[in-house]
């Protein structure tokens, strides 16, 4: 019940085109899931995040949609440029729970060719 | 720059041996996370403090240690290593004891062990 589970494992996209990466979770405690990007030899950075309360957040060429109803939310990375190849993290936590951990899906490496 | 600190960057030592991996949280967070990256298992949670107090705990081992001192940095101790235990260790700060907030990752500890 602590799992978040992310696909694809690995993505190759052209240059301008979409990426989609997907995470489902079953803890309903979950409220705040947020996606990090990580670049070799660094550690992750947040990227965008998005609460239950809302179905879309879009910040610039990112896009988080999130199914309350199906446990599932997905990124999408707009127009899709070679300084976005990384790593990329699902996570989903409770805030407001005694669950105080960050559970992170097991990464997307994202390949954008130019 | 995170803000988050993490020594040594890299470390080669050998089976059976012990090491100590040390963070320094953001000014002002008071939650530290240690988490273990390898190659194809994501992000693996393994403790949590809150201002000195062990939070969570994720599924460390019995051969690891935490803890989090007076000034906020933290250690991470991992002894009798074993060749599995070679990975990228990485420390999270967060000012909140709780999830739902960001998470600021150092960039790091690798390990190697031969």
């Known amino acids: 019940q602590q799992q978040v589970k992310q696909s694809p494992q690995s993505l190759i996209v052209q240059k301008g085109g979409i990426s989609i990466i997907n995470c489902a979770y079953e803890n309903t405690a979950f409220d705040y899931f947020p996606w990090y990007q990580q670049f070799p030899g660094k550690g992750p950075a947040l990227l965008i995040a998005i609460r239950p309360d809302v179905s879309e957040k879009k910040e610039g060429r990112f896009t988080i949609s999130f199914n309350k109803s199906a446990k599932q939310f997905s990124l999408h990375i707009m127009d899709s440029q070679p300084g976005d190849s990384a790593t990329y993290f699902c996570a989903a936590t409770a805030s407001t729970s005694g669950t105080y951990k960050y559970i992170f899906g097991t990464g997307t490496r994202l390949k954008v060719l130019a | 720059d995170s803000g988050v600190t993490q020594t040594p960057k890299h470390l080669i030592t050998a089976t059976g041996q012990r090491v100590t991996l040390r963070c320094s949280p953001r000014s002002g967070d008071l939650s530290v996370y240690w988490y273990q990256q390898s190659l194809d298992q994501g992000l693996q949670f393994l403790i949590q403090y809150y201002n000195g107090e062990e939070r969570a705990k994720g599924n460390i081992l019995e051969r690891f240690s935490a803890q989090q001192f007076p000034d906020l940095h933290s250690e991470l101790n991992l002894s009798s290593l074993e060749l599995g235990d070679s990975a990228l260790y990485f420390c999270?700060?967060?000012?909140?004891?709780?999830?739902?907030?960001?998470?600021?990752f150092g960039e790091g500890s690798r390990l190697t062990v031969l």
């Open positions: 999270a700060s967060s000012v909140r004891d709780r999830g739902g907030g960001e998470l600021f």
